[in-house]
């Protein structure tokens, strides 16, 4: 039987799995009853519909996935007295297309807030703290590389 700290690991690995296939409503879904936002853009998107409007507005695709690699290191997961958990990761995003080498296009580190729901983990709040960033031409759709 998975302990807590596995299905929160789950997760984490959860979301960076979904976003690398471009299921955006699997993405969604993990913050059914939570929030993300960045130190890009600390507006808090809550819930499954505002967090797969960012994705799908901001995202590009190329059939059907953005071509990126996420790499999820130097997770550490503390439990909170109350039952809530937190967490803190590093991300590297890879990404590589017929016009573009494979190189790393983002990094930085996640900021996480659990809360247990009807018997099952999910995310309270995400942020998302990005510290470097490289070529996303590719990544975001022009809106999104504009603002």
Excluded: C
């Amino acid at each position: 039987m998975p302990t807590d700290r596995d299905a929160i690991a789950a997760l984490i690995y959860a979301y960076a799995e979904r976003l690398d296939a471009g299921d955006f409503e699997g993405v969604a879904a993990l913050f059914a009853h939570g929030g993300l936002h960045s130190n890009k853009n600390p507006a808090i998107r809550r819930g499954s519909a505002q967090v797969i409007e960012v994705y799908r507005s901001t995202v590009a695709l190329y059939d059907g996935s953005p071509s990126t690699k996420h790499v999820i290191t130097n997770v550490v997961i503390e439990s909170g007295a109350d039952g809530s958990a937190a967490a803190r990761s590093y991300f590297t995003v890879l990404q590589a297309r017929p016009e573009l080498p494979l190189q790393v296009i983002s990094v930085g580190r996640y900021h996480d807030r659990f809360a247990r729901v009807d018997g099952f983990w999910g995310f309270a709040d995400r942020l998302i703290l990005v510290d470097l960033i490289g070529d996303l031409r590719f990544h975001l759709k022009r809106a999104a590389v504009a603002s």
